[in-house]
């Protein structure tokens, strides 16, 4: 596995080496759209807001997942973020029992929350990767492909911490900015990931 300053030097290149590049920009109102339109769904407790995180959540990993596999200075396509229209129910399906079972689990307390969310933050990616797989076999793999490198994860977002005490004292603007970076690197945290061998029930904590 990198170091966490190895993904981000990777999601800067991908992006453009510079927050105005052109794909950081396109990247930027890929993540603002996705906001919007699930501000937009939310309605009945939350509902809707899960089953669109689900579906264009899907959109935003096959649109990070494509630069980071492939880097070839072309513009990012912002039309990506519409991609789970192929496979509508699984993408929903998987946005509302990803987050049903995180907020479960979140009743024991905030920690069991916190880590459930870590083994399932690759669902998206694995969909993206897999869209033939339904919403359990996406979170089962994931769950699989995060034990033992929940800390990683944990230790690569708060790398970004300067940024997220930058964004405090410019009212959330700098948010705007690091939220690409922050994505460009966790898809490539999982194409690192994903090609480490599973580690057994047992044998990790973490």
Known sequence: MKKSSEYRAL???QLGGQIFAANWLWALLALVLFDALVGICSFGAGIGAMLAEGFFGFGIAVMFLKRARNNDGGR?????????????ANSLLLGLLR???????????LIPGIIKAYSYSMSSFILADHPEYDWNTCLTESRKMMKGHKWQLFCLRLSFIGWLLLSAVTFGI???WVAPYIQASVANFYEDVKAQP???DGAANA
């Open 76 to 88: 990012m396509d912002i039309s990506d973020i519409f991609a789970a229209k192929d496979c509508v």
């Open 99 to 109: 987050n049903i079972f995180i907020c479960l689990w979140s009743l024991l307390f």
């Open 11 to 13: 999601a800067r290149e």
């Open 174 to 176: 700098a948010a705007l």
């Open 198 to 200: 599973a580690i057994e």
